[in-house]
């Protein structure tokens, strides 16, 4: 027999490290292939939402800039042609037949400038044809991470799980412990339990 007496919290001892708030964590990526211009931004500099991180030179944005150009041009042809159809109608000379026609041929002509000129501001670009690709920040944060040189030859392939991002940009200000449980721990670690935090590179300070 023994004498019975309050349990005593037991001890667990589990890895952990530091990481990036993934919810206030923006990795960027090159979308289209080309070569780097520019680098407009470095590491520990605050940027904002909108703010040029990287420009590249890039054909493949020039081919798409290209595609709306040409595709705004048959727009303003095929309304040309409709306008007219239309005065030739009114005055009777032309049959509802051909005005129809006409009418269904700006209609793709509208759909498919449309379709061009989205593509393009999809990358930031507009209408004049320049192959200037601009990588910019989509939140508020600071430059946390920059794997990128000047006159580097990028692709859009080399993106994803296991490849370095171009930018990371995060909020420094608030990270997250990320512990590295085996399953014999997974009991102690309920909600609402608490911890005890020791950074190696912060000797002789916990955080709770």
């Not at 004498?3 to 667990?12: F, G």
């Not at 081919?63 to 309304?79: G, I, P, S």
């Not at 930031?124 to 944060?141: A, C, D, H, W």
């Not at 399953?183 to 911890?195: K, Y």
């Amino acid at each position: 027999t023994t004498p019975v007496k309050p349990a005593e919290a037991v001890q667990v001892d589990l890895p952990a490290h530091l990481v990036w708030n993934e919810e206030k964590t923006q990795r960027l990526y090159a979308p289209l292939a080309g070569r780097v211009a520019a680098i407009h931004a470095d590491l520990g500099q605050a940027v904002a939402p909108g703010a040029p991180l990287l420009a590249i030179h890039s054909p493949d944005l020039g081919a798409a800039q290209a595609d709306a150009a040409k595709a705004r041009a048959d727009q303003q042809l095929a309304d040309k042609a409709l306008r007219r159809q239309r005065e030739l109608f009114d005055a009777g000379i032309v049959a509802r037949k051909e005005l129809e026609q006409s009418e269904a041929d700006a209609a793709r002509a509208g759909a498919e400038a449309e379709r061009a000129l989205a593509r393009t501001r999809l990358y930031g670009g507009g209408e004049l044809v320049n192959q200037q690709l601009t990588l910019k920040s989509g939140i508020r944060g600071v430059v946390v991470e920059r794997n990128v040189n000047p006159g580097q030859e990028l692709r859009p392939d080399l993106s994803g799980p296991g490849v370095p991002a171009l930018f990371v940009v995060s909020d420094p200000s608030r990270l997250w412990v990320q512990i590295d449980a085996r399953e014999a721990d997974i009991a102690a670690l309920r909600p609402g339990a608490s911890f005890e935090l020791n950074i190696p590179s912060l000797p002789g300070r916990s955080f709770k």
